[in-house]
């Protein structure tokens, strides 16, 4: 070390040093990190700190210490699952963003849109963002679907995490179906006029079912409450609830499925 | 910690003060164990319970010799087999350990990596790519055609063909209950791609069919929703 030379540059390390000592052996810092904690007496590189880092940390949550050698591999999943909740957490970042600037009645909601994405700063880069990573949610929920039945991961005893991860992917599709009407531009009413049509034709509570989705007999403003209700807050619940049970099923069943 | 049974002190005590009178014994065989028969406090109580349950009728007459005059065991303790416990029966283990690897960093580092991937795609592609926003909502003025977002244009090309509540419920419907009970369904054991002919066909087929149908409602329908091609009467697609 260079500073090994210089008194002054050693003394100056040594105060780092003791004021390293002093912060780590506090009672706040302790309280913070857990024994076994990397963050207490830092990081070498071992078996022992590998299985720290995970276990005294929140991630325990998530992952084991460890898992099957196979399961590290990309091109068994292609991270698709891990993309699909890395882009929840994306849009709900964008989301919220978005969500200081917009206002869901039909008189401002547009207004809203175009000032966000005029006056406001980084305003239209975040919707672009939310907007394409919403697309890009789909796509990579029905992928990760398709990589597991291809997989056969769907077997026992992994079924009902299956079951669970196709009521994701409608849960996906309806966020996604949600937050479409939110701009209120052209676009938005028609798709939604023909997406609700549709839903119109359910049989013997046909009227029903198209009444309680657009609180009313046509699309308005009331409409768009209630889908702003929807998307921003108990799609998103629900979601979540749904993903704890997803990815707590994971690990119960074994971890990831394979090798083939 | 544990309550030790009055004869068992006793004669721990007794076998201590007689080693002691002896120092120079045998050393060799007394690591075996030192835990048993120290007489502290470290022998499990479960162990402790057992033996004592074990040794209650007969350990007058066998406790009463050996304890304070025995000195036939090594270092002077006396030991009593309880149990011989063979390693099969109480540890499992498996014939073939799973190969594994540590989740930080081998998982953590290519989740990372990623994440980190799809945010710099997402960021790029925000920035030389707006999100439409089209002229404000305007019931007088139905735009031709009025398409569903992507994810829907598969039920709305099979509008096209079959009664609405056939095309946008039953059809829908019955693929995602199927779907749904795929597992439950599927009774094969077998996850090997070869084992699998059928189910796999089925599959590419069901996702085969939505993938044609909802291309063809996102590039190959025009106006009035008529089937026309891309490249002659251009795109009509907003996502």
């Known amino acids: ?260 | 910690m544990t309550e030790i049974p009055e004869h068992l002190r006793k004669r721990a005590e007794a076998a201590k003060a007689k080693a002691q009178g002896a120092a120079g014994g045998g050393d060799a065989p007394a690591g075996d164990a030192p835990a048993a028969a120290s007489g502290d406090e470290k022998i499990p109580s479960h162990l402790l319970d057992r033996g004592t349950a074990a040794g209650d009728q007969p350990a007058p007459a066998a406790g009463g010799p050996a304890a304070p005059t025995g000195g036939s065991g090594p270092d002077g303790h006396n030991q009593r087999l309880l149990t011989v416990v063979k390693s099969g029966s109480i540890q499992d283990t498996k014939a073939t350990p799973q190969d594994k690897v540590h989740v930080w960093p081998h998982l953590l580092l290519a989740e990372f990596l990623a994440a980190l991937a799809v945010t710099l795609f997402t960021l790029l592609f925000s920035i030389f790519v707006n999100a439409p926003l089209l002229e404000l909502a305007d019931f007088n003025k139905t735009p031709n055609p009025s398409k569903a977002p992507w994810y829907f244009l598969g039920l709305q090309e099979l509008l096209t063909m079959f009664h609405p509540m056939v095309a946008g419920v039953t059809i829908p419907g019955i693929g995602l209950f199927v779907l749904i009970l795929a597992p439950y369904i599927d009774k094969n054991p077998s996850k090997r791609p070869e084992d699998r002919k059928f189910a796999i066909s089925l599959m590419t087929v069901h996702l085969m069919f939505w993938a044609v149908l909802v291309m063809i409602g996102s590039f190959f329908r025009g106006p009035g929703f008529n089937f026309i091609f891309p490249w002659n009467s251009g795109l009509f697609f907003e996502l």
Not at chain 1, 135 to 152: E, I, T
Not at chain 1, 168 to 194: E, I, M
């Open chain 1, 1 to 260: 070390m260079a500073d090994e030379k210089k008194p002054a540059g050693q003394a100056l390390q040594e105060q780092l040093g003791q004021l390293t000592d002093q912060v780590q052996g506090s009672q706040a810092w302790s309280s913070i990190f857990r024994p076994g904690s990397i963050f207490r007496k830092g990081y070498n590189d071992s078996p022992r700190n590998r299985s720290y880092v995970i276990m005294n940390s929140v991630l325990y949550h998530l992952h084991p210490v460890k898992v099957k050698r196979h399961a590290v591999k990309v091109s068994y999943t292609l991270c698709l699952g891990g993309l699909s909740f890395f882009l929840f957490i994306l849009l709900t970042v964008t989301g919220i963003f978005l969500m200081f600037f917009y206002r869901p009645t039909a008189a401002q909601a547009w207004d809203d849109i175009q000032t966000l994405q005029t006056a406001v700063g980084f305003g239209l880069l975040v919707r672009n963002m939310h907007r394409w990573a919403a697309h890009l949610m789909v796509l990579s929920v029905f992928l990760h679907m398709a990589r597991v039945f291809y997989h056969g991961a769907y077997k026992p005893p992994r079924e009902f995490n299956w079951v669970i991860g196709v009521m994701l992917l409608q849960f996906t599709l309806l966020l996604s179906f949600t937050g479409y009407l939110l701009p209120w531009d052209q676009l938005a009413l028609w798709a939604v006029t023909v997406g609700t049509n549709m839903m119109g034709f359910t049989p013997v509570f046909g009227e029903q079912v198209r009444f309680v989705l657009l609180g009313g007999v046509e699309i308005g403003t009331d409409t768009l409450l209630r889908w702003y209700t929807l998307h921003v807050l108990m799609l998103p619940f629900v979601v979540v609830i749904f993903m704890a049970i997803h990815f707590w099923r994971v690990r119960k069943d074994g971890g990831i499925s394979g090798p083939l």
